[in-house]
């Protein structure tokens, strides 16, 4: 015989984690389940009369009210898994809960199988108990499950007696499946949307049975159901199966497409917004959706119908793709939708036509018309910003500028158009994408500052104070000075802000260097000296570099005096500066160097020498009178330098030649060399040393490459 049906509080109770924000919850359900089970398998023993049988149930319907407080039901699950039966849990927490992990594993372990059996006896896959359960109704419920007479309930008659003793005894608010009353079978859908499917089904069938209603209370009952039905599951992986197989579901009262609507109305907004997505990638993305046109239509207006009703955030992506693939016609959707659908096709009109609508504009001469359609083309720009047509939006305002100084008596309404696109959002979402540094888009905006003029100077001075990357403060400088060279001086200014900070002035400075020479090279020489004398090595070194490319040749003199510069960076700048111009005053000065290696102080053969070396393959093969090819100095160098002898390793003479030295001379072989350099590199090629190794190996490659041969 059991024993006493109420277990101390922690007997059986699996104790949560004590992070688990459902711990209170957990502990009250797996103290009434155990109960609730114990009740069920005790009272099968007694009548229902006998004091044990009641002793089973006492306040277990107060246990349940308490548990269901804010709950709607309480659902048990059969899944059928390898090795046995897995039951589930759902209408308690957000998530369904594996019976076993509610209660302490000993407990489990003895009633778990127990409770299986149990409804496997009775071939239930599903079991719901309501929280609208009276008193009674909940004790005749749990006498009618423990009664030997429906122990085993799996022939049909025994469903059938089963059923209408459910009837007979008022027992009203449950729900349950037999395992043969399973739906969708032949279908590929999830367990768990085949077991709601049932359940609809059933449920909508068991309504005239159980209430004398009209057909508004019918109405009433079956929405309840669904929402009974939908609510513990909280994915759409799950909802939308059942909403593509709702066919399964109807019945004579009630039919497909109400059940579709009432369904859609009852999810929530994250969940509506997840079906939204999963319809749309299942009948459009994947193009392998099993529904008809038909449905696929209807549930995409019903869908889109719920959205428009609750004003959901994020359903404007979902609901254009529904009209970009005609799965709902313009005017379902939202206003403001349906005004940024007609704004794309005016300017897809307008992209289709540019060329006549800006030479229709041009011909404009009242004020009112020219104002209005300038107000038309200015209202498009956001559309053209969003397609990367940043051509047209530069020719819409080079129109408009030209205008404001051509045509008297529309240049008050050109002007204020201007203006609203200077101070605008517009302008905003330009700035925006410049900033971005992507070398096509800014490439492609550019010119649209231009366009603007004086009116873009505050956005463009801006970006020299914003922007820390070097092609966004490269083609702003470009278009301060094509706007106006003498902004050469507000560039410097920016430069010249103490609260820059060293690493803005650099980066600004390495911009004016990498502008094209020609065009700003009267304004921007002479504007560069003060860097050039600037106490930070670095500020000197970009100035310098900057010069450079300004002057070109011309500036030779102040390039071979920086060769004595203090800082050793400054000085390799020189000897790049003076190398690409192929100064042969320099070049004197390099091979000077370069053949005093032994007395060079061993700082400056590590860092400077190098760069030396380097610098020598801008000159070519060049012959010097009395004194042989640049080849053949770099070979005598390497000679003199390290042994070249008949073994797999190159053993150093003396310490005078850095690793890297070797290095730049192979490189340098491979620019200008001939076939007499190719044994040393070959014995390069083979040695231990990986730097050595793969100079070589490139220098061997580049010589091939001059002389025609491909590499396969």
């Not at 030209?402 to 302008?427: F, V």
């Not at 070519?620 to 390793?649: H, Y």
């Not at 003396?654 to 590199?681: F, M, N, Q, Y």
Request: some cysteine; aromatic content about 8%.
């Amino acid at each position: 015989m059991e024993s006493n049906t109420h277990e101390p509080e922690s007997v059986g109770i699996q104790k949560p984690a004590q992070s688990d924000p459902h711990t209170e919850i957990k502990e009250h359900l797996a103290k009434f389940l155990l109960a609730l089970i114990q009740a069920f398998l005790r009272t099968g023993y007694y009548t229902a009369d006998h004091p044990q049988s009641k002793s089973a149930k006492e306040g277990l319907y107060e246990d349940f009210q308490n548990l269901l407080d804010n709950k709607y039901e309480l659902t048990f699950l059969v899944s059928h898994v390898p090795g046995g039966e897995k039951i589930l849990i759902e209408g308690m927490l957000p998530e369904p809960q594996e019976l076993r992990s509610i209660m302490l594993q000993g407990m489990a372990d003895m009633y778990t199988p127990k409770f299986a059996t149990f409804l496997k006896r009775k071939d239930l896959i599903s079991l719901t108990l309501k929280a609208a359960m009276s008193w009674s109704e909940f004790n005749n419920f749990v006498d009618l499950m423990g009664e030997p007479t429906f122990a085993d309930t799996l022939e049909k008659s025994d469903k059938e007696r089963f059923s209408q003793a459910l009837r007979e005894r008022g027992i009203f608010n449950i729900s349950y499946i037999f395992n043969e009353e399973l739906l969708a079978g032949e279908r590929d859908i999830p367990w768990r949307s085949q077991v709601a499917l049932s359940r609809l089904r059933k449920d909508f069938k068991m309504i005239p049975l159980y209430q004398d209603l009209d057909e508004i209370g019918m109405k009433k009952v079956r929405r309840q159901i669904i929402q009974d039905v939908v609510r513990p599951m909280q994915s759409a992986e799950i909802i939308y199966p059942i909403l593509a197989n709702s066919d399964l579901a109807e019945t004579e009262e009630f039919k497909e497409t109400e059940i579709d609507k009432e369904m859609i109305a009852s999810l929530s907004e994250e969940l509506l917004l997840q079906v939204s997505r999963m319809f749309f990638k299942e009948t459009i993305s994947q193009g392998t959706s099993d529904l008809n046109q038909e449905k696929s239509t209807r549930l995409a207006k019903q869908i889109a119908l719920s959205l428009n009703r609750k004003e959901i955030k994020g359903r404007e992506k979902i609901l254009e793709e529904y009209y970009k693939y005609e799965l709902i016609p313009i005017h379902e959707l939202p206003e403001a939708i349906q005004r940024k659908i007609k704004k794309r096709r005016e300017v897809d009109k307008f992209l289709r036509n540019t060329d006549f609508y800006l030479k229709s504009f041009d011909k404009i001469e009242d004020p009112q018309k020219y104002a209005r359609f300038a107000r038309s083309l200015k209202n498009i720009l956001p559309e053209l910003i969003r397609k990367d047509r940043y051509e047209e939006i530069q020719k819409i305002i080079a129109h408009m500028d030209r205008h404001s100084s051509e045509k008297e008596d529309l240049a008050r309404q050109a002007e204020q158009i201007l203006d609203e696109i200077e101070s605008g959002k517009i302008l905003g979402a330009l700035k925006a994408r410049f900033m971005s540094g992507q070398k096509e888009t800014c490439l492609a905006i550019a010119p649209i500052f231009v366009a603007l003029g004086d009116r873009a100077i505050p956005h463009l001075l801006s970006f020299l104070k914003g922007s820390n990357d070097q092609f966004v403060l490269k083609c702003t400088c470009e278009n301060l000075l094509e706007i106006d060279p003498s902004h050469i001086h507000v560039i410097l200014e920016a430069v010249n802000d103490k609260e820059a900070g060293t690493e803005s002035t650099i980066r600004i400075i390495r911009a004016l260097g990498d502008m094209p020479s020609d065009s700003f090279i009267q304004a921007l020489a002479p504007s560069l000296q003060p860097y050039l004398n600037h106490k930070n090595p670095r500020v000197r070194e970009e100035a310098l570099w900057a010069y450079y490319r300004v002057m070109g040749e011309r500036g030779e003199g102040l390039y071979l005096a920086f060769l004595s510069d203090v800082d050793i960076a400054v000085q390799k700048t020189a000897i790049q500066c003076l190398s690409r111009m192929k100064s042969e005053t320099a070049l004197h000065k390099f091979l000077e160097i370069l053949k005093d290696l032994g007395d060079a102080p061993l700082e400056k053969g590590q860092q400077l020498v190098p760069t030396l070396f380097s610098a020598l393959a801008f000159y070519g093969n060049l012959e010097r009178p009395g004194e042989g090819l640049l080849e053949d100095f770099l070979l005598d160098t390497l000679e003199s330098q390290v042994s070249l002898g008949p073994l797999k390793f190159l053993k150093k003479k003396r310490s005078v030649l850095s690793e890297g030295a070797v290095a730049a001379i192979c490189e340098t072989l491979g620019k200008i060399g001939t076939d007499k350099s190719r044994p040393v590199l070959e014995k390069f090629e083979k040695q231990d040393n990986m730097i050595w190794r793969n100079k070589a190996a490139e220098a061997l490659k580049e010589m091939d490459r001059r002389a025609g041969i491909s590499e396969h």
